[in-house]
């Protein structure tokens, strides 16, 4: 079957044919990014401390989680994607989820555009380099 829809298209020249279902691109605002990866290195929550994740609501507002800490701020969308200056609580983290935290924030503080591709979203810093792999999940 597949073989005979992939010859019915390239008869009919039908570019928007396709034998494999497409995933649609999440939206950026209005989702609960949870942090796959940071810098590379595949992030592993805690048990007892909140996932990393972040939230971009669409009035420009951003809060969310570094593994250890909450933090809440703004955004911007002119010319990319830049972090304002985010708030955070100040609790003590232990070994690893303090570097954790600290290479989530620095990833954040660098982020000057980002991609999405289904319900993935790569933050990128001012040099094109990925910072941040992220997955969308409906809002928690």
Request: hydrophobic residues 40%.
């Given at each position: 079957m597949?073989?005979?829809?992939?010859?019915l298209?390239?008869?009919?020249?039908?570019?928007?044919?396709?034998?494999?279902p497409?995933?649609?691109?999440?939206?950026?605002?209005?989702?609960?990014?949870?942090?796959?990866?940071?810098?590379?290195?595949?992030?592993?929550?805690?048990?007892?401390?909140?996932?990393?994740?972040?939230?971009?609501?669409?009035?420009?507002?951003?809060?969310?989680s570094?593994?250890?800490?909450?933090?809440?701020?703004?955004?911007?969308?002119?010319?990319?994607?830049?972090?304002?200056?985010?708030?955070?609580?100040?609790?003590?983290c232990?070994?690893?989820?303090?570097?954790?935290?600290?290479?989530?924030?620095?990833?954040?503080?660098a982020?000057?555009?980002?991609?999405?591709?289904?319900?993935?979203?790569?933050?990128?810093?001012?040099?094109?380099?990925?910072?941040?792999?992220?997955?969308?999940?409906?809002?928690?």
């Open positions: 597949k073989k005979f829809l992939s010859a298209c390239f008869s009919f020249g039908l570019m928007a044919c396709s034998t494999s497409t995933v649609p691109d999440e939206p950026l605002q209005d989702r609960y990014w949870r942090v796959v990866e940071i810098d590379g290195k595949a992030v592993q929550a805690a048990a007892n401390r909140s996932e990393p994740h972040v939230v971009l609501a669409s009035d420009l507002r951003a809060h969310g570094d593994g250890c800490n909450r933090f809440n701020g703004s955004y911007t969308l002119v010319d990319g994607l830049r972090f304002g200056h985010l708030a955070s609580t100040m609790m003590a232990v070994p690893p989820v303090d570097s954790m935290a600290r290479a989530f924030s620095s990833a954040l503080s982020t000057a555009s980002y991609r999405i591709k289904g319900k993935q979203m790569s933050l990128l810093d001012a040099d094109d380099r990925v910072r941040l792999r992220l997955e969308a999940t409906f809002l928690k």
